[in-house]
């Protein structure tokens, strides 16, 4: 069972930053398909980032060039620096995993089979 531990959320004014990590239990980080999910209150979960099994990066509209997802396979961790936040990017954010590859991306949360418990980001305009 693999286990995903998110944390470094909280709250920050419009234009701040903050950086979520995310520690897995397992040696998975380099082979599995990892991404960060947000859900808001009403809204469906959505993702924010997907780290492909061969290492890019993939982001929607909404977050590029604002939030940078990277990871440390040294320490089975993967991390989502988040710039510039807005107050639309107030969310729960989870942190997932699944081993099967995803070399095109994976944007549907259904297709991820392990989840971390969320961390809460709140932006304040």
């Known amino acids: 069972q693999v286990q995903l531990v998110e944390s470094g959320g909280g709250s920050v004014q419009a234009g701040g930053s903050l950086r979520l990590s995310c520690a897995v239990s397992?040696?998975?980080?380099?082979?599995?398909?990892m991404a960060w999910f947000r859900q808001a209150p009403g809204k469906e979960r959505e993702a924010v980032a997907i780290?492909?099994?061969?290492?890019?990066?993939m982001y929607p509209n909404s977050v590029k060039g604002r939030f940078t997802v990277s990871k440390d396979a040294a320490k089975n961790s993967q991390y989502l620096q988040m710039n510039s936040l807005k107050p639309e990017d107030t969310a729960m954010y989870y942190c997932?995993?699944?081993?099967?590859?995803?070399?095109?991306?994976?944007?549907?949360?259904?297709?991820?089979?392990?989840w971390g418990q969320g961390t809460q980001v709140t932006v304040s305009s």
């Open positions: 397992t040696d998975t980080v380099s082979t599995y398909c």
């Open positions: 997932a995993a699944d081993p099967v590859s995803c070399y095109g991306g994976r944007w549907n949360p259904a297709g991820y089979k392990y």
């Open positions: 780290l492909t099994t061969d290492g890019r990066a």
